[in-house]
């Protein structure tokens, strides 16, 4: 059966990644479709490059020259057939000369609307996925290159658009699976990431979304009648781990995990997965498995429908990044939970993350992440500014403060000397948050919660 195989930037970095690429994709079965992010920090480049463009054109356009000096790097490295390098380097100027034509009505209007963006950034998964394609044909395998915005039908909520299942699920018929069977292709090469608004407008499913994109395509699929395997997402380290491993040296990765687990972990910003990637496939009973492109010895961290673990265990540890407490209080209950309500909607608003909520008769918090802090300004409330804090958020399942936390606590009581650590527990026993003052250390919590308990 067919899979849906996605890989990341960081898969897509180097020409010993792409070995790695198109070496799996030869042994995948026939009729595998393959999504592409932009090669590595190239997003970050052109996002860098529209917000230039307002004010400096030159210097916007010499990041565009930047990425077309790696792209062209990778086109040699990786073709060695003369047609298909001039195939692949005329598509590539394409993309970049649109890039260019981009960045000159910024300049020319001095603004830089959503639309603009999206067709800017579009432009990364457009040239790492003409790159590979021909780097795949080159190989010897038959590859056939679809243009995502031809079947990835969104709104027109530009940078954070939203899938149309109904319509993307006609289109990806016509657009990919026809299309390729009927031309007896080895692969599918595609776009993750971006897509059309109904009003033909290019659009994006927000950072990191390519992990989202494979699973919409997978579910889509489905809904047409085509068996799906896996959708097995390719990044850069072993799979789902019990901490950032560049945060912690000795994080360990984990064979299997529930649902519910990973869509906690990856809502509190475990970046190995994009939040939103579960639930198409999660529906359409399709198996995800988060791989690692460079390591083929790696089976995968499975993500499974049901718990893993009959009793209390904790898998993970995610550090919470520009975390900050919002006390809201007031003269009644009523203008407490009004107060709490408004403040939420601003919050997430502002792209921000609630970690946590609660009201206790007219007192209430809103402990919440938000990544830009001139967002801060905005968010007020009853004229006080939030404060920062430090935290982090274990997951697992069975989790209950009382048992866990008694644990904890005397870890941080003992080892740490922290004056004060509290802790919140999310409903479905799967995480629990722990605020403190000053900073935690997570490489200690790490290694006394995971690694020392399951030697036990
Ligand atoms: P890709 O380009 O493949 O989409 P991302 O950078 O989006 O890769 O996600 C992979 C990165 O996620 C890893 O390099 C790792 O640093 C980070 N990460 C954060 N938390 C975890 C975790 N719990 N397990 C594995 N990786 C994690
Ligand atoms: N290239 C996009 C980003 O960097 C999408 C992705 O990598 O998933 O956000
Ligand atoms: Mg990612």
Redesign the pocket.
Known sequence: MPKILKF????VATAFAIKQIISIIKSSPKGTVAIF?AF?KVTDLISEAAEIALTNLVKSQELVYRIEMRSFGLIEEMISNPDYIREAEALVTIHLNELNELLESINFLKECHGSAIDSALAKGELISSAVIHFALLDSGIKSYLADSRNFMITDSNYCQANPQFNLITEKIKTELVEPMTFGDYHVAVSQGFIGRSTNLKTTTLGR?G??FSASIIGACMAKNGYEIDSIDI????D???S????LVSN?RSIDRLSVNEILE?SYFG???LHPKTILPALEAQIPVNVMNTMNSEFLGTNIINNNVDSKSAIH?V?NLKDLYIFRISSDDAKTCMNEINSLSLRIMATNSTIIYSSVIAYNGIIIAMVPDNTNLLVLHSNGKTPEPIFGCVLTGENLRIDSEIMSISKMFELGFHIPKVDYYQSPTDNSIIITSDVSLDLQRIHDELIIRSTAQ
């Not at 901490?243 to 560049?246: G, S, T, V």
């Open positions: 990341g930037g960081t898969s992010s590595a990191g390519s992990d390719y990044t850069d380290v799979g789902v781990m901490a950032d491993p560049k994080a972990m475990a970046k190995v993970s995610i």
